[in-house]
């Protein structure tokens, strides 16, 4: 019997390690994808940059495999292309896409956010306002990209508490490429509004009014479109 515990326990160990392993190599891909998300907002690396995952990896300090992971994660996110043969680049979304794309996020986020007021948890209201005030910190400092990337995700983490993965998961599809149309969007952009308009919003969702809620967010989504296509 002995032995057999013995022989468990050297099955069990490689498993172990490997687990370990992979949620070190996803803990890095995690701290470093804002990074890289960030510089590309604040057009430290836009679409004219010729770059490598090599000089990516050269840039932050990092080897190539969590460059490629963060790669693919912002590829999945349509904010990199990544085509056979050639190098990575910055997506530069049309206009006309960033209207279709708007418009599939007001109809996703008008049912999350109804879905959010029915059940709001005390953890996941102060999840939100802690993110919400990382946002304001941000903008009053004037970090336009990590501005920029809290922004999203407010409504991706507000997506996450309402617990539908599907929703989810295609929110996630539609509020990066947003967020990079803003920064390569050339008309000012007010920072203040988004945290404001975020922070109205926990406070609906907090007193389960749901006709509040919704239009605040239809409201945010409102002026994001004015000013994205204003001339």
């Known amino acids: 019997m002995a032995s057999c515990a013995l022989n468990s326990q050297h099955l069990t160990f490689p498993v172990t390690l490997r687990r370990r392993r992979a949620e070190e190599k996803t803990h890095l891909v995690d701290n470093f994808y804002p990074r890289v998300f960030d510089a590309i907002l604040e057009r430290r690396i836009d679409t004219d940059s010729r770059f490598t ?3 990516l990896g050269q840039m932050f300090g990092v080897n190539r495999n969590i460059i490629r992971q963060v790669l693919a994660r912002l590829s999945q996110q349509q904010v990199i292309l990544l085509l056979p043969n050639h190098r990575p680049q910055v997506a530069a979304p049309d206009a006309e896409r960033t209207r279709q794309t708007l418009h599939a996020r007001r109809l996703t986020e008008s049912t999350l956010i109804r ?4 059940q709001p948890q005390s953890t ?5 306002r802690d993110l919400v005030a990382r946002e304001r910190e941000s903008a009053e400092r004037g970090l336009r990209g990590p501005t920029l990337r809290l922004s999203g995700e407010f409504h991706l ?5 309402v617990g539908n993965v599907p929703l989810a998961w295609f929110l996630g599809s539609l509020v990066p490429p947003i967020s990079l149309a803003i920064a390569q969007c050339e008309v000012p952009w007010n920072d203040h509004d988004a945290w404001q308009s975020h922070g109205a919003i926990v406070d609906a ?3 389960r009014d749901v006709s509040a809620a919704v239009r605040l967010m239809n409201t945010h989504l409102d002026k994001l479109e004015k000013q994205l296509f204003q001339t």
């Open 115 to 118: 879905l959010a007021c029915q």
């Open 53 to 55: 995952e090599a000089s």
């Open 205 to 207: 969702v907090e007193r």
């Open 157 to 161: 983490l507000l997506a996450e508490f």
């Open 124 to 128: 996941q209201l102060r999840h939100l």
